[in-house]
């Protein structure tokens, strides 16, 4: 089965900083990578995604992630924090062929400080 | 499009109970996944449903399961509620084998 490991369960930036998350999965063949995020007491949401072609993927809201397979990594930048940034973010894969089961990394609380 | 709905949004239930949810996809959609997000072991994968198939399992025990209907609306049940089965409860629809899930905003279920 597939492992996802986000380094830093808290991270913390001011208002105009670099955000960086970071995200490490396990497989061998490299699967099918995204980033949601999730605000309190609500669903996910879709920020980026990976599948194929051009390994940097830009999202929504300014975030984009690059995909470095010989780091086994996708980790996920946005060059300026907004305040409305503060969320939870998670990294999850799914193996190609088994398209709808995903694979959660424990989460990244992000805190934006003024 | 509206998105995907779920009810209840909470539920509290007692030890032994049964609890049913239920998930309406985005109109379209085929797939309808659930997940059970939790502080102690994170999102965590239950099931796929396809065309009223289940397509994939995770790893929870027999006490958890669900269906889909032919309008592809999706129920889970758990029945002989423990204390950990407390948790958020999200499903998520997709139109098919494209890695594109969108997620509902879960149920909270609290078991005392």
């Known amino acids: 089965a597939q492992s996802v490991t986000q380094l830093g369960s808290h991270v913390s930036v001011s208002e105009g900083a670099l955000v960086l998350l970071r995200c490490n999965y396990s497989?061998?063949?490299?699967?099918?990578l995204f980033w949601y995020v999730q605000y309190p007491n609500q669903g996910l949401q879709l920020l980026l995604k990976y599948t194929t072609g051009a390994t940097l993927v830009k999202g929504i809201n300014g975030f984009e992630a690059e995909f470095k397979k010989s780091e086994t990594s996708f980790h996920l930048t946005k060059p300026s924090a907004h305040m409305s940034d503060a969320a939870e973010y998670f990294c999850a894969v799914s193996d190609r062929g088994n398209f709808n089961k995903f694979y959660f990394g424990s989460g990244t609380k992000l805190n934006v400080k003024p | 499009k509206a998105g995907v709905t779920q009810t209840p949004r909470y539920l509290i239930k007692t030890r032994g109970q049964q609890v049913t949810l239920s998930c309406s996809p985005i109109s379209g959609h085929r797939s309808v996944s659930w997940y059970q997000q939790t502080p102690g072991q994170g999102l965590q994968f239950l099931f796929e449903y396809f065309s009223e198939t289940q397509r994939n399992k995770g790893n929870f025990p027999g006490r958890f399961s669900g269906r889909q209907f032919s309008n592809s609306r999706s129920e889970m049940n758990v029945s002989t509620l423990e204390l950990g089965d407390s948790a958020l409860y999200l499903c998520?629809?997709?139109?098919?084998?494209?890695?594109?899930?969108?997620f509902g905003p879960g149920t909270r279920l609290t078991v005392l």
């Open positions: 998520a629809s997709s139109p098919d084998r494209n890695n594109e899930q969108f």
């Open positions: 497989s061998s063949v490299p699967p099918y």
